[in-house]
């Protein structure tokens, strides 16, 4: 816990978000819900928004939920200068029998917390803010679209209010949280993707940041986004040293499926070593893959056979693989995509050819895409929906 939080806690002062205190002032001109087939990734935003505010002096403040409006900081607010920022995203599912759900909040609260200790901003307790965060989606529940494939996207975000140009651990700050109706990533069917193999640029670096959801980790990618668009290709595939070390794929974790000399199936990823950031979708790929491998529950379609490895891989590996024909298929995974197929990578002037099957994606990452979205649209049964509301 931050040091804020501790002098609090000696003070006897209430430090921590209380879901009893939570208030709702709704709306009197609510919007009109736009047709589902019209939505574009985060420029659609719900009724309300949860406010939460901080101060070193006295803890947590009441949580609110109060109609969307913009929010006012001083000019020279720590925030703005120094990035003191960071955020969290996740999403509510309405399932077939109207039922609303969350997906494994409790490991974005996690990360979130994570992520507010590299900068000093205040901790809280993750039972608490979901809480609140199911009374926001409560409120705004006409906001998660009823069609297959559709949700609505959750923002969780904390920054640092201090109006100084002072550099130092914030001593106000507010954590608030917004959302927007979102379509399926994939609305004609899965369609893989080219990534660029990028040597040009370093997203992440050992002992630095990429390891938190922070807002300073991806402004900076943007212009490495744009020259991998301008060569033909939609992400880039960050890599990290003379040995050109895969780590992430754009926003997204990375997985690579290859077989060994003697055709056993390996799921790759590489390993949480600072420079990558703990995914949720990551972690729940790693998760269906070891519980089938540990017969926990058989996937249907998975290999019967095959080893889950979170160990480095670079491109000498890949090609190496590819040129055998031991290279089986590539994949990111996100919340927004949830996994997201490679079909080639742009590396050294040439590219190097990922198999993908007919509908896009490969015998691996098939099966798991079909689980999870079962488990989130509640066709599959699973102690990872939270749920909201019925």
């Known amino acids: 816990m931050s040091q804020g939080i501790t002098r609090d806690s000696?003070?006897?002062?209430?430090?921590d978000i209380e879901p009893s205190r939570l208030t709702v002032t709704k709306t009197t001109s609510p919007k009109e819900l736009p047709p589902s087939k019209s939505l574009i990734f985060g420029e659609t935003f719900s009724d309300h928004m949860l406010r939460i505010p901080w101060t070193d002096a006295t803890g947590w403040g009441a949580p609110s939920i109060v109609p969307f409006s913009t929010i006012n900081l001083c000019p020279g607010t720590t925030m703005l200068h120094y990035a003191q920022s960071l955020f969290e995203g996740m999403k509510a599912y309405r399932h077939a029998d109207d039922t609303v759900t969350l997906f494994?909040?409790?490991?974005?609260?996690?990360?979130?917390?994570?992520?507010?200790?590299?900068?000093?901003?205040?901790?809280?307790?993750?039972s608490a803010l979901i809480e609140c965060i199911k009374a926001l989606i409560a409120v705004d529940r006409r906001w998660i679209p009823k069609e297959p494939g559709h949700s609505l996207y959750i923002r969780p975000t904390l920054i640092a209010t201090n109006s100084t140009l002072a550099i130092a651990p914030p001593k106000e700050a507010l954590l608030f949280v917004i959302a927007c109706p979102v379509g399926p990533y994939y609305p004609q069917g899965f369609k893989p993707v080219p990534l660029y193999g990028t040597t040009e640029y370093t997203r992440a670096a050992p002992k630095g940041i990429g390891g938190y959801k922070l807002a300073a980790n991806y402004?900076?990618?943007?212009?490495?986004?744009?020259?991998?668009?301008?060569?033909?290709?939609?992400?880039?595939?960050?890599?990290?040293?003379?040995?050109?070390?895969?780590?992430?794929?754009?926003?997204?974790?990375?997985?690579?499926?290859?077989?060994?000399?003697?055709?056993?199936?390996?799921?790759?990823?590489?390993?949480?070593?600072?420079?990558?950031?703990?995914?949720?979708?990551?972690?729940?790929?790693?998760?269906?893959?070891?519980?089938?491998?540990?017969?926990?529950?058989?996937?249907?379609?998975?290999?019967?056979?095959?080893?889950?490895?979170?160990?480095?891989?670079?491109?000498?590996?890949?090609?190496?693989?590819?040129?055998?024909g031991r290279l089986v298929e590539l994949f990111g995974t996100g919340t927004a995509a949830i996994i997201t197929p490679v079909e080639r990578i742009g590396y050294n002037g040439g590219d190097v050819m990922i198999p993908t099957g007919e509908d896009g994606m490969g015998p691996v990452s098939r099966p798991l895409w079909t689980e999870l979205v079962g488990i989130q649209m509640g066709a599959v049964k699973s102690d990872w929906n939270h749920v909201v509301s019925k």
């Open 219 to 324: 402004g900076p990618c943007t212009l490495a986004q744009k020259c991998a668009a301008n060569w033909g290709y939609t992400q880039n595939l960050w890599l990290h040293g003379p040995e050109h070390w895969l780590t992430e794929a754009g926003v997204m974790n990375l997985f690579v499926v290859i077989k060994d000399s003697g055709g056993v199936t390996e799921l790759i990823t590489p390993p949480l070593n600072g420079m990558i950031l703990p995914g949720v979708t990551r972690d729940s790929v790693l998760a269906l893959a070891r519980n089938h491998v540990s017969g926990v529950k058989r996937l249907g379609g998975f290999p019967d056979v095959i080893k889950v490895s979170e160990r480095p891989i670079n491109m000498g590996e890949i090609i190496q693989s590819s040129k055998e």
């Open 104 to 126: 494994r909040p409790e490991m974005n609260m996690k990360r979130m917390n994570t992520s507010a200790q590299r900068l000093l901003l205040p901790t809280f307790s993750s």
């Open 10 to 15: 000696m003070r006897g002062k209430p430090v």
